[in-house]
């Protein structure tokens, strides 16, 4: 074990200074350096906003099931099937026909079928069939259905999101999918989230709808910014799909704060046809349900050009555009879990964190030359290179370098020389029976590195399941840890053991002593 | 043969007190329950500096905005205020930019908000699922590594010593109603980890010498091989300890529970290597036949 060919101790150096050497680009300004590579402080270290939303895709359910009805009804009637007690439910509708059997057939034809499509990515189709009795009948989506709704909605929404957290400019954000109904968010720097959190809460959907004067069938009863009571017919004339961009501005006469915005051509066409019909009567721009605003129409608007003068400041000017620009996110999000750090309380995580691994480390050096003598030194040399390569590594992997991170690295300090404990523990026994000094390290090495292994693996494992399950710092001080582990196996049978054989080698027997 | 310590007369002795110890924890766990965080519980957590103000202060300001239960204490350093609110049925994403107007206005100094935490129901009953997960598919793990690497024996004392230590740390935090967190659940499975790795060099060493001195019982045999690794186990749990305890005075409060439970854990899976998982082996009835009876199998 103590005989190294030229090409073992070749590689072994080789490879020691090529991943220690990507430690020193954390400590060099990034901008002269070829290899633009370092460690990535968590959020929990430089200070920054972390959010977990939730898209919550109910509603759209409803909204999809709703615009199955025309189509519904549609088929029945060219059908032929007479139907009755038709009702549109939360999820799903629900109606009696005569011949269930013929509905079954149209309902799950595989060509040609406008009212429930075959989804072949899931091999289902996009609705369900739930006959009640011999002519009851319940439509709803299928558990793939309901799936590709969700999915295309989270898509959607992380893009949406994504537009509206580019266009406020906070540096470098984190947008990613966690799960089948989560957003995760990661906004570094930020100190107060709550901008964001407001600009994510609205899912802006814009529609413009005229206001009407009689109280018939087909109007929604909604109160204007100025506290009118007003109709507004339930026809949506244009939605916020068909705008291409919004910007703050100024109102020309009052001076007071708008949103201008522009249309796109069919938009535009649309909306130079509804002025012109209804010129002298009153147009509603609702969001969210809420009027923002109930101007008159003066004259014809051909151009797609207009101004929302609300009652608002220009801070709320400015947050509308934004998210008239950025468009409607297709359902509500909520914030479910949500971590700030302040950049101070970051910088004073940095230095706790380094002062405990500076005296932590120091404390073991001299534990080990204490009771190792020279050997001690091998150990704190391989401890170093350990170190070393450590954060080389994850300087390759570009890491997250969270607190919890730092004290993996402590840890691994702490353990680290275990292995090398082991192995000289080994070898004194060894010398004990032993006559050759040389056999006896030999052997220590050989006996010792089963043990060494198991007990490293073990650790490994707890640190691989760590990293699996757990989130954020906690998944920092996973990564740590694990590659702790490799490094110190790679320190303690490579490095450690070349420089005691260069030791064992190099004196007469009698010097030794461990 | 080195038998410096007779460790086999105390076994008897230690297992009573193990027992003992454990039982208790595992009725305070079960009784008098964790102290979960916001992580595992939901609910709010602001950290906050501000000189010239007291908890009491901050406590009769909070109290006025009917927040529910609400906890207020000194954190770490002199002007540093950890508030605790716990979560309401409904999420209610306002209630943070509330507390923070409401403090700002009404400390009459200038408050620094470090810290802001919120974790809704769903979040949280999650984490704490798979936290539970995590501990248990760690054991789950151990128990199969062991039974590969040595006899099923092995793998069922192993076992135990991991029971015994994960329970006895949790039962102590009970005791302190110190908080479970996130960071603790790390600390668990790190402790899982140590205490594993101090028994497999035991275990390791067990069973060399059993096929080495074919003619001394298993309790002459664990004795042994204490003893044979006892300076390594006290060295590794030594610069260990030096290491926790550097995290433990200097790391700062955010990592205090965190290095707490790893060095309750470091010193109870020492013990438990020697005083719970090589006793076990004894109940289990090995000895070298044990492992003569499985390289049989292996060769065909």
Request: glycine share 6%; net charge positive.
């Given at each position: 074990?103590?005989?190294?060919?030229k090409?073992?101790?070749?590689?072994?150096?080789?490879?020691?200074?090529?991943?220690?050497?990507?430690?020193?680009?954390?400590?060099?300004?990034?901008?002269?350096s070829?290899?633009?590579?370092?460690?990535?402080?968590?959020?929990?270290?430089?200070?920054?906003?972390?959010?977990?939303?939730?898209?919550?895709?109910?509603?759209?359910?409803?909204?999809?099931?709703?615009?199955?009805?025309?189509?519904?009804?549609?088929?029945?009637?060219?059908?032929?099937?007479?139907?009755?007690?038709?009702?549109?439910?939360?999820?799903?509708?629900?109606?009696?026909?005569d011949?269930?059997?013929?509905?079954?057939?149209?309902?799950?034809?595989?060509?040609?079928?406008?009212?429930?499509?075959?989804?072949?990515?899931?091999?289902?189709?996009?609705?369900?069939?739930?006959?009640?009795?011999?002519?009851?009948?319940?439509?709803?989506?299928?558990?793939?259905?309901?799936?590709?709704?969700?999915?295309?909605?989270?898509?959607?929404?992380?893009?949406?999101v994504?537009?509206r957290i580019d266009?406020?400019g906070?540096?470098e954000?984190?947008?990613?999918?966690?799960?089948?109904?989560?957003?995760?968010?990661?906004?570094?720097?930020?100190?107060?989230?709550?901008?964001?959190?407001?600009?994510?809460g609205?899912t802006?959907?814009?529609?413009?709808?005229?206001?009407?004067?009689n109280?018939?069938?087909?109007?929604?009863?909604?109160?204007?910014?100025?506290?009118?009571?007003?109709?507004?017919?339930?026809?949506?004339?244009?939605?916020?799909e068909?705008?291409?961009?919004?910007?703050?501005?100024?109102?020309?006469?009052?001076?007071?704060?708008?949103?201008?915005?522009?249309l796109?051509?069919?938009?535009?066409?649309?909306?130079g046809?509804?002025?012109?019909?209804?010129?002298?009567?009153?147009?509603?721009?609702?969001?969210?349900?809420?009027?923002?605003?109930?101007?008159?129409?003066?004259?014809?608007?051909?151009?797609?050009?207009?101004?929302?003068?609300?009652?608002?400041?220009?801070?709320?000017?400015?947050?509308?555009?934004?998210l008239?620009?950025?468009?409607?996110?297709p359902?509500p999000?909520?914030?479910?879990?949500e971590?700030?750090?302040?950049?101070?309380?970051?910088?004073d995580?940095?230095?706790?964190?380094?002062?405990?691994?500076?005296?932590?480390?120091?404390?073991?050096?001299?534990?080990?030359?204490?009771?190792?003598?020279?050997?001690?030194?091998?150990?704190?040399?391989?401890?170093?290179?350990?170190?070393?390569?450590l954060?080389?590594?994850?300087?390759?992997?570009?890491?997250?370098?969270?607190?919890?991170?730092?004290?993996?690295?402590?840890l691994?300090?702490?353990?680290?020389v275990?292995?090398?404990?082991?192995i000289?523990?080994?070898?004194?026994?060894?010398?004990?029976t032993?006559?050759?000094?040389?056999?006896?390290?030999?052997?220590?090495?050989?006996?010792?590195?089963?043990?060494?292994?198991?007990a490293?693996?073990?650790?490994?494992?707890?640190?691989?399941?760590?990293?699996?399950?757990?989130?954020?710092?906690?998944?920092?001080?996973?990564?740590?840890?694990?590659?702790?582990?490799?490094?110190?196996?790679?320190?303690?049978?490579?490095?450690?053991r070349?420089?005691?054989?260069?030791?064992?080698?190099?004196?007469?027997?009698?010097?030794?002593?461990? | 043969?080195?038998?410096?310590f007779?460790?086999s007369?105390?076994?008897?002795?230690?297992?009573?007190?193990?027992?003992?110890?454990?039982s208790?924890?595992?009725?305070?766990?079960?009784?008098?329950?964790?102290?979960y965080?916001?992580?595992?519980?939901?609910?709010?957590?602001?950290?906050?500096?501000?000189?010239?103000?007291?908890?009491?202060?901050?406590?009769?300001i909070?109290?006025?905005?009917?927040?529910g239960?609400?906890?207020?204490?000194?954190?770490?350093?002199e002007?540093?205020?950890?508030?605790?609110?716990?979560?309401?049925?409904k999420?209610?994403n306002?209630?943070i930019?509330?507390?923070?107007?409401?403090?700002?206005d009404?400390?009459?100094?200038?408050?620094?908000?470090?810290?802001?935490?919120?974790?809704?129901?769903?979040?949280?009953?999650?984490?704490?699922?798979?936290?539970?997960?995590?501990?248990?598919?760690?054991?789950?793990?151990?128990?199969?590594?062991i039974?590969?690497?040595?006899?099923?024996?092995?793998?069922?004392?192993s076992?135990?010593?991991?029971?015994?230590?994960?329970?006895?740390?949790?039962?102590?935090?009970?005791?302190?109603?110190l908080?479970?967190?996130?960071?603790?659940?790390?600390?668990?499975?790190?402790?899982?980890?140590?205490?594993?790795?101090?028994t497999?060099?035991?275990?390791?060493?067990?069973?060399?010498?059993?096929?080495?001195?074919?003619?001394?019982?298993?309790?002459?045999?664990?004795?042994?091989?204490?003893?044979?690794?006892?300076?390594?186990?006290?060295?590794?749990?030594?610069?260990?300890?030096l290491?926790?305890l550097?995290?433990?005075?200097?790391?700062?409060?955010?990592?205090?529970?965190?290095?707490?439970?790893?060095?309750?854990?470091?010193?109870?899976?020492?013990?438990?290597?020697?005083?719970?998982?090589?006793?076990?082996?004894?109940?289990?009835?090995?000895s070298?036949k044990?492992?003569?009876?499985?390289?049989?199998?292996?060769?065909?």
């Amino acid at each position: 074990m103590l005989n190294f060919s030229k090409i073992n101790i070749f590689l072994i150096y080789v490879i020691f200074v090529f991943i220690s050497s990507f430690s020193i680009l954390n400590f060099q300004s990034q901008t002269d350096s070829l290899i633009k590579k370092k460690v990535n402080l968590g959020l929990d270290l430089q200070g920054g906003s972390y959010l977990l939303l939730e898209i919550n895709s109910d509603p759209l359910v409803k909204e999809k099931i709703q615009s199955k009805v025309i189509t519904l009804k549609k088929l029945l009637k060219k059908n032929n099937l007479s139907f009755s007690n038709f009702k549109i439910n939360e999820k799903n509708l629900s109606f009696s026909v005569d011949d269930i059997e013929k509905f079954k057939l149209l309902f799950f034809a595989r060509t040609d079928n406008l009212l429930n499509p075959y989804i072949n990515n899931y091999n289902s189709f996009e609705l369900d069939l739930n006959i009640l009795n011999d002519k009851d009948i319940k439509v709803s989506f299928s558990k793939y259905g309901l799936l590709t709704i969700n999915n295309s909605a989270l898509k959607q929404s992380i893009e949406i999101v994504r537009r509206r957290i580019d266009d406020v400019g906070t540096k470098e954000p984190t947008i990613l999918q966690r799960g089948d109904k989560r957003i995760l968010v990661e906004l570094p720097g930020l100190k107060d989230p709550e901008r964001i959190k407001e600009l994510l809460g609205k899912t802006a959907k814009l529609n413009f709808r005229l206001v009407s004067e009689n109280e018939e069938f087909g109007v929604d009863k909604l109160v204007s910014e100025t506290g009118e009571k007003l109709n507004i017919s339930k026809r949506i004339i244009l939605s916020g799909e068909n705008l291409v961009d919004s910007q703050p501005s100024f109102n020309n006469q009052s001076n007071k704060p708008a949103v201008t915005f522009t249309l796109d051509r069919v938009g535009a066409q649309k909306f130079g046809r509804v002025t012109t019909d209804n010129v002298g009567k009153r147009l509603a721009i609702i969001l969210d349900g809420k009027i923002i605003s109930a101007p008159s129409i003066n004259e014809a608007i051909p151009s797609g050009n207009g101004i929302i003068s609300g009652n608002f400041s220009f801070q709320e000017a400015t947050d509308l555009a934004l998210l008239l620009r950025s468009g409607a996110l297709p359902t509500p999000l909520s914030v479910v879990e949500e971590r700030t750090v302040g950049p101070d309380l970051g910088e004073d995580s940095i230095k706790s964190g380094i002062r405990s691994l500076i005296v932590g480390f120091v404390l073991v050096i001299l534990f080990m030359l204490y009771k190792y003598k020279i050997f001690g030194l091998i150990a704190n040399t391989a401890l170093i290179g350990n170190l070393l390569m450590l954060i080389g590594i994850l300087t390759i992997l570009e890491a997250t370098l969270t607190l919890p991170g730092i004290a993996g690295i402590i840890l691994t300090v702490g353990m680290a020389v275990d292995a090398n404990v082991l192995i000289f523990e080994r070898i004194k026994e060894e010398l004990k029976t032993e006559k050759s000094i040389i056999h006896a390290f030999d052997i220590g090495y050989s006996k010792a590195k089963i043990t060494v292994l198991d007990a490293n693996i073990t650790t490994l494992i707890a640190a691989v399941i760590l990293f699996v399950f757990g989130s954020g710092p906690v998944k920092g001080f996973a990564i740590t840890l694990g590659i702790g582990i490799i490094t110190t196996l790679f320190t303690a049978y490579f490095l450690a053991r070349h420089l005691t054989s260069l030791v064992v080698l190099n004196t007469k027997n009698k010097e030794i002593k461990l | 043969m080195n038998n410096k310590f007779n460790f086999s007369s105390k076994f008897r002795f230690a297992n009573i007190f193990s027992l003992i110890v454990f039982s208790t924890s595992f009725l305070l766990i079960l009784f008098k329950g964790l102290n979960y965080g916001i992580d595992f519980k939901g609910g709010t957590l602001i950290e906050l500096r501000s000189y010239n103000t007291d908890a009491t202060s901050i406590r009769s300001i909070l109290s006025k905005m009917d927040l529910g239960d609400v906890n207020v204490k000194k954190f770490g350093k002199e002007g540093d205020y950890l508030i605790k609110v716990e979560q309401k049925e409904k999420n209610d994403n306002q209630i943070i930019p509330q507390i923070k107007k409401t403090l700002s206005d009404n400390l009459n100094t200038e408050v620094n908000f470090r810290r802001v935490e919120n974790v809704g129901p769903k979040v949280s009953s999650e984490l704490l699922k798979s936290g539970i997960i995590a501990i248990s598919l760690s054991l789950a793990a151990m128990l199969f590594y062991i039974w590969i690497r040595f006899e099923w024996q092995f793998s069922v004392g192993s076992i135990i010593a991991l029971f015994h230590d994960i329970v006895i740390t949790l039962g102590i935090f009970s005791v302190l109603s110190l908080e479970i967190n996130l960071s603790i659940i790390a600390a668990v499975l790190t402790i899982v980890g140590y205490s594993m790795n101090d028994t497999v060099v035991i275990y390791d060493r067990i069973r060399e010498n059993l096929n080495k001195y074919n003619k001394l019982n298993i309790s002459e045999i664990a004795n042994l091989s204490i003893n044979d690794t006892l300076a390594r186990t006290i060295i590794t749990s030594i610069t260990t300890l030096l290491a926790l305890l550097s995290i433990f005075i200097l790391g700062g409060e955010i990592l205090r529970g965190f290095s707490f439970a790893m060095i309750l854990g470091v010193v109870i899976g020492t013990y438990s290597s020697i005083f719970v998982a090589s006793p076990i082996l004894k109940f289990l009835k090995v000895s070298y036949k044990t492992l003569e009876k499985k390289e049989e199998k292996i060769v065909p």
